[in-house]
């Protein structure tokens, strides 16, 4: 598996070579020319809709399509980007996952509606595009509570036993003083292969948006409302 970029514009995964795809940067990324493209209104939720749902435009953090020949796009600066294919039935998805929308469990939101659409956990690929990295995303306790609630099981039932696992884990979290260091990409990550998916169905870009200034807007960095726009394609 591999991450490509195609001049300053955009990147590609080879996890999701089956699909016309891209994770803009600022100097690029937007519709797919020739195709029905659809975007949304992003308020930060766990909230996925189906791209025919689209009045002007819906409001939601995620979109699938099941019909050929669509583009569903979601735009970001240091949330996560998440463009999903299912290689049985075509059908793609793109979500908007900043850490309410990943405590709201978008990503198993999204998978579900998949799966109750004809695909299988053994059939998707999802790819994790570029984000803040937990090397500069700081945030309080509360947060990290949020997000270990939605992968406690049976071996780790507690918030407080999901907290004490992620933290063998530096890249995932790390304590920082009164805060903590998180990639939000590793927590979904968890949550994927909870739902059944194998590590290789899953990939991480090597990107983080705040410390490459050169090619994504950071609002955290920043602190300018600018994004940058990822989009696939449904076969």
């Given at each position: 598996m591999g991450w490509h970029w195609h001049g300053k514009t955009h990147l590609t995964c080879d996890l999701l070579s089956p699909w016309r795809h891209q994770f803009g940067t600022r100097w690029g990324g937007s519709d797919f020319p020739t195709l029905r493209n659809y975007r949304l209104r992003q308020i930060h939720s766990g909230v996925v809709l189906p791209a025919t749902e689209a009045p002007d435009p819906p409001r939601g953090d995620g979109l699938i399509t099941t019909e050929p020949g669509q583009g569903?796009?979601?735009?970001?600066?240091?949330?996560?980007?998440?463009?999903?294919?299912?290689?049985?039935?075509?059908?793609?998805?793109?979500?908007?996952?900043?850490?309410?929308?990943?405590?709201?469990?978008?990503?198993?939101?999204?998978?579900?509606?998949?799966?109750?659409?004809?695909?299988?956990?053994?059939?998707?690929?999802?790819?994790?595009?570029?984000?803040?990295?937990?090397?500069?995303y700081q945030v309080q306790m509360e947060v990290v509570t949020a997000l270990a609630?939605?992968?406690?099981?049976?071996?780790?039932?507690?918030?407080?036993?999901?907290?004490?696992?992620?933290?063998?884990?530096?890249?995932?979290?790390?304590?920082?003083?009164?805060?903590?260091?998180?990639?939000?990409?590793y927590v979904q990550r968890h949550q994927l292969l909870q739902l059944g998916l194998a590590p290789e169905q899953i990939d991480i870009a090597p990107c983080c948006t705040y410390a490459d200034a050169q090619h994504f807007y950071s609002y955290r960095r920043d602190k300018q409302t600018q994004v940058q726009w990822s989009g696939i394609a449904s076969k």
């Open positions: 569903v796009w979601v735009c970001s600066a240091d949330c996560v980007p998440v463009l999903i294919g299912c290689v049985k039935t075509g059908q793609v998805a793109a979500l908007h996952a900043g850490w309410r929308g990943t405590a709201a469990r978008i990503l198993p939101t999204a998978i579900q509606k998949m799966l109750a659409q004809g695909s299988d956990v053994t059939s998707l690929r999802v790819a994790l595009g570029p984000a803040i990295s937990g090397a500069n609630a939605t992968v406690t099981t049976p071996a780790y039932p507690t918030v407080e036993a999901v907290i004490a696992a992620w933290q063998t884990q530096p890249e995932l979290l790390r304590p920082d003083g009164q805060r903590w260091r998180l990639d939000l990409r």
